[in-house]
C-alpha cells in the first residue's frame, strides 16, 4: 500500500483520533476542517504528535478529495449531505469514499447523489466516542458500491484501526443503531432532563444509593459529557422510526392492560 494517501473532512474529536491511528500506520492523512478554521487546525497539528509529519493540513475539502484514495467524511449527520454537494465532485477519479456518521441513509443518499459513477463507497461508523482507543471496540463497515479490488484495499487500510469489523448493510445498521443507541442515549437524557428539574445532583439522593442507581448514573453523565452534535444525528435517524417505536409501544401499553 505505498503512497496511498488518506484523506479526513472534519477535523472534529473522531476526525483527529483518524488521523493519528492512520498517521502511526504509515500513512499520510490530509485533514482539512472549515476554510475558516484553517490556521487553528494547523495549531492543533503542531501540538499533537507527528513526528514524522504524516498528518497534513489542507484548506479544504477540494484540496483533501482532490488527492487522497480513501477519503473519511467526519462531519455531522445533519450537515453531510451540504458537505458531499460541496467536495463530491473533486474526489480523485477511482478514490473510495465513506463516511463516519451515525446515520447512513442521509449520508448515503448523498454520495449516490454527489459523487461520479467512478467513486467507490465503503462507510463506515466506530461504535464508541473519541475518548475511547479504536482498538477491540466495534466497527460497522458498509459496503455501498466498490470494486472487489478497492474494497480489499479499504478494509487493508482499516484494519490499523485494530477494531473488530462488523459487515452490515446501512438500512440494517441504521435499525440497529435506533433501537440501541437512540433509544438508550435518550433514555438517560430524560434522566438528567429529570434530576435537573427536581434540583438535586442523584448522588447525593438516598433514593439513588443502590449499584444499578451509580451505572445509571455514570452513564448518564457520559453522555452529557459528549458532544451535542452527536446526538442531532441521532435524533434524525430516531425520527425515521418513531412511527415504529410508538406502534410497539402502544403495543407493549395493550399488553399491560
Not at 474494497?151 to 435499525?175: W, Y
Request: glycine share 8%.
Amino acid at each position: 500500500m505505498d503512497g496511498i494517501e488518506i484523506g479526513i473532512i472534519g477535523a472534529g474529536d473522531m476526525g483527529l483520533l483518524y488521523a493519528r491511528k492512520f498517521s502511526g500506520a504509515g500513512f499520510r492523512v490530509n485533514i482539512c476542517d472549515r476554510p475558516e478554521e484553517f490556521e487553528n487546525l494547523k495549531l492543533k497539528i503542531s501540538q499533537m504528535s507527528n513526528p514524522d509529519n504524516l498528518i497534513c493540513p489542507l484548506e479544504d475539502g477540494y484540496a483533501v478529495s482532490r488527492r487522497s484514495d480513501y477519503i473519511i467524511y467526519s462531519v455531522e449527520a445533519y450537515n453531510i449531505s451540504a458537505v458531499v454537494k460541496l467536495y463530491g465532485k473533486a474526489t480523485k477519479m477511482g478514490a473510495i469514499v465513506g463516511g463516519q456518521t451515525s446515520v447512513k441513509r442521509p449520508e448515503i443518499e448523498a454520495f449516490n447523489k454527489y459523487l461520479y459513477d467512478d467513486v467507490n463507497i465503503v462507510s463506515i461508523h466506530s461504535l464508541h466516542g473519541p475518548r475511547s482507543d479504536t482498538k477491540g471496540q466495534t466497527l460497522a463497515v458498509i459496503r455501498v458500491r466498490a470494486s472487489d479490488e478497492k474494497f480489499e484495499l479499504a478494509i487493508n487500510i482499516l484494519k490499523c484501526l485494530e477494531s473488530e469489523m462488523l459487515f452490515i448493510g446501512a438500512e440494517e445498521h441504521d435499525k440497529i443503531t435506533a433501537n440501541t443507541q437512540a433509544a438508550t442515549h435518550i433514555c438517560y437524557l430524560s434522566l438528567g432532563t429529570a434530576w435537573k428539574s427536581q434540583g438535586y445532583y442523584p448522588w447525593e439522593n438516598p433514593m439513588f444509593s443502590h449499584n444499578i442507581d451509580n451505572v445509571k448514573i455514570s452513564i448518564a453523565l457520559h453522555i452529557y459529557g459528549s458532544k451535542s452534535h452527536v446526538y442531532s444525528g441521532k435524533i434524525l435517524l430516531y425520527n425515521n422510526y418513531s412511527s415504529n417505536f410508538h406502534r410497539l409501544l402502544i403495543f407493549d401499553i395493550l399488553q399491560r392492560l
